[in-house]
């Protein structure tokens, strides 16, 4: 039995992490934590949690808790990561994994010097759907890879206590939404690129209502990746990948379980398919109580989450955004 704590009263919690851990029996979350005690308590009444910590720090200390799930905003996911890790726990992280790379290299450190495991919650990546489209450019499907797309955009109010509109929480386009086709590019193709262009909507607080970039990867293959938040966007998730001999377009890589498309198209002819699967939140999971138990390797950890809030570094520098 995996004994989980929560960091953090969150929407995203209730569908990420709890209604999946209802559908096991190995699994079982202990406390909530949250910065007003009885916000967590009200919380814990709703979802049939237990127990609630009295704070962040001592929800960690806890010695009946295997694993800690940092749902807090980014702004909170270094220090409180790092203090889990210390305490001997495993971490489950939301995306974005950090504020930053160094950020993030800090916490990878920690997990290393404490031999636990740190996993960033990219839960689209342990989707099938996802492993389906991999498989496909592994074997060749459109040849070899020659340019690669994402985009996911959403708007979102700037309603009071809004993290994602606050600079200082780790708010932004990019931070919240973009960190998804910045993962999707750099897994598709397997290497880190470089941004050659990028450019930056900002809003009255200083976050990032929109970003576009041109990417370039060591092979050759070129990239480019958008997001928006602007109250004037429409919800897209999009994935396209083109190869010398055809093409696939994924439409919402981000959570197939709600409803996705791949169309593969070459010389010999076109087909659309979708695959099965349970809640990307379900295989995420999955994936990590096979991590713990040590049944599995981990995906999204270590030289990758790093290498993604790089990226996140890059782009920003490029498109002028001081943070």
Excluded at 45 to 51: F, L, P, R, T, V
Excluded at 288 to 313: F, R
Aim: hydrophobic share 45%; net charge negative; proline share 5%.
């Amino acid at each position: 039995m995996i004994r989980i704590g929560i960091l953090g009263a969150a929407r995203v919690t209730e569908y990420a992490l709890i209604a999946p851990a209802a559908e096991r029996k190995d699994v079982e979350i202990v406390a909530v934590a949250s910065r007003n005690a009885d916000r967590a308590r009200t919380y814990a009444d709703k979802h049939g949690i237990a127990d609630v910590g009295a704070d962040y720090a001592a929800l960690i200390a806890r010695a009946d808790i295997d694993l800690i799930y940092n749902a807090l905003p980014p702004s909170r996911h270094a220090d409180l990561s790092i203090a889990a890790l210390e305490a001997g726990k495993h971490v489950l992280c939301e995306k974005p994994f950090a504020m930053n790379a160094d950020q993030a290299r800090a916490m990878v450190k920690a997990a290393e010097a404490s031999g636990r495991h740190l996993i960033e919650a990219f839960h689209y990546r342990f989707h099938p759907a996802f492993a389906y489209l991999l498989g496909l450019l592994n074997e060749g499907a459109i040849g070899d890879p020659v340019s690669v797309d994402g985009l996911f955009s959403v708007p979102i109010p700037a309603n009071p206590g809004e993290l994602r509109h606050d600079p200082k929480l780790g708010g932004g386009a990019l931070m919240d939404l973009g960190c998804y086709p910045a993962h999707w590019l750099r897994t598709v193709v397997g290497e880190e690129p470089r941004v050659t262009k990028a450019e930056a909507v900002l809003s009255e607080t200083g976050v990032d209502l929109s970003l576009a970039a041109d990417l370039a990867f060591p092979s050759g293959v070129t990239g480019s990746l958008a997001c928006s938040m602007a109250m004037d966007c429409s919800f897209a998730a999009r994935l396209s990948v083109e190869g010398t001999a055809g093409r696939i377009d994924f439409t919402n890589p981000l959570a197939p379980h709600m409803g996705h498309e791949i169309r593969i198209a070459t010389d010999s002819g076109e087909r659309t398919e979708s695959i099965d699967g349970q809640s990307t939140y379900w295989h995420q999971l999955d994936h990590v109580v096979e991590v713990v138990t040590g049944s599995a390797d981990p995906q999204t950890v270590g030289t990758d989450a790093t290498a993604n809030m790089a990226l996140i570094d890059a782009l920003y520098d490029a498109a002028g955004v001081t943070r």
